[in-house]
T-cell receptor
Framework: AQSVTQPDIHITVSEGASLELRCNYS??????LFWYVQSPGQGLQLLLK??????LVQGIKGFEAEFKRSQSSFNLRKPSVHWSDAAEYFC??????????????FGTGTRLQVTL | DVKVTQSSRYLVKRTGEKVFLECVQD?????MFWYRQDPGLGLRLIYF???????EKGDIPEGYSVSREKKERFSLILESASTNQTSMYLC??????????FGSGTQLSVL
């Protein structure tokens, strides 16, 4: 069964500091990996996704993530955090089958707090 | 831009009531999903549908059912609401390229 682990429940960083959110996955085949962000009171918004090719993927809002197959990881990074990045971040793994197997499994989330 | 609309932002129901949560998407997506979100547990998949009248159980289907009579609408039904179903419910639809679009959620409280 597929699974996602986000080991950090809560992270606090200062505005302007760099950020790395960890994500480890378990999946039987080549995974499709996603990062979503949820601002307070909002639904989830896709930040970036990895399907194949270049293992460093760029997303919206200045985020990037690197797929490392040997470590089963897909960590999210941002070089300089802004106060508006405070939100909850979810990593997800899944596939693109259009049949019965298509679904995403989400991690438990990491809540990011940004101090000024 | 894709729009996924959930009919209610907040709902308060009593134990034993039958509850309908409605979700509509406007982009002709085949795949639609219902998740519940609880603190410390992330998003857990309840049911999903890959076509009209086609549905499949997710990871936590007990106590729920779904209906997909039209492509744009995917309903989640709580046959007899219980207090442990108090949660945030998120609907999503998915493009053929794998991108999920989420509604803004329904916060359900069962008293």
């Amino acid at each position: 069964a597929q699974s996602v682990t986000q080991p950090d429940i809560h992270i606090t960083v200062s505005e302007g500091a760099s950020l790395e959110l960890r994500c480890n996955y378990s999946y039987g085949a080549t995974p499709y990996l996603f990062w979503y962000v949820q601002s307070p009171g909002q639904g989830l918004q896709l930040l970036l996704k990895y399907f194949s090719g270049d293992t460093l993927v760029q997303g919206i809002k200045g985020f990037e993530a690197e797929f490392k197959r040997s470590q089963s990881s897909f960590n999210l990074r941002k070089p300089s955090v802004h106060w508006s990045d405070a939100a909850e971040y979810f990593c997800a793994v899944g596939d693109l089958n259009t049949g019965t197997a298509s679904k995403l499994t989400f991690g438990t989330g990491t809540r990011l707090q940004v101090t000024l | 831009d894709v729009k996924v609309t959930q009919s209610s932002r907040y709902l308060v129901k009593r134990t034993g009531e039958k509850v309908f949560l409605e979700c509509v998407q406007d982009m002709d997506h085949e795949n639609m999903f219902w998740y519940r979100q609880d603190p410390g547990l992330g998003l857990r998949l309840i049911y999903f549908s890959y076509d009209v009248k086609m549905k499949e159980k997710g990871d936590i289907p007990e106590g729920y059912s779904v209906s997909r009579e039209k492509k744009e609408r995917f309903s989640l039904i709580l046959e007899s609401a219980s207090t442990n179903q108090t949660s945030m419910y998120l609907c999503a639809s998915r493009t053929s390229g794998g991108k999920l679009f989420f509604g803004s959620g329904t916060q359900l409280s069962v008293l």
